[in-house]
């Protein structure tokens, strides 16, 4: 089992930028892919980033490209999102997700969330 706790939510401006940290405890966190998903109010939950155990590979979903960042560091059991330019369309619940298999949707292990909201 591992716990995943998110932080770095808050309300910006459209234009800012933020950090997003999810801190892992448990089992073996270099031994997970890593991902960020986001919810928005009567929306899906989608995957935004996702990170390989050795952070060799990354992926990122089409409306984030350019100008979101996920990265993660094994030492500190801890994977980030980086977020620039953000737009009012990037407000969401973001929740951070851990699984052995590299960028699933079905994740096995999720954080609680955090809320991100960017006004125009």
């Known amino acids: 089992q591992v716990q995943l706790v998110e932080s770095g939510g808050g309300l910006v401006q459209a234009g800012d930028s933020l950090r997003l940290s999810c801190a892992a405890s448990?089992?073996?966190?270099?031994?997970?892919?890593m991902a960020w998903f986001r919810q928005a109010p009567g929306k899906e939950r989608d995957i935004v980033a996702a990170?390989?155990?050795?952070?060799?590979?990354?992926y990122y979903t089409n409306s984030v490209k350019g100008r979101f960042t996920i990265s993660r560091d094994n030492a500190k059991d801890t994977v980030y999102l980086q977020m620039n330019s953000l737009k009012p369309e990037d407000t969401a619940v973001y929740y951070c997700?851990?699984?052995?298999?590299?960028?699933?949707?079905?994740?096995?292990?999720w954080g609680q969330g955090t809320q991100v909201t960017v006004s125009s």
């Open positions: 990170i390989s155990q050795s952070g060799g590979i990354t």
């Open positions: 997700a851990a699984d052995r298999m590299f960028r699933t949707v079905t994740p096995a292990h």
């Open positions: 448990g089992r073996t966190f270099s031994s997970y892919a």
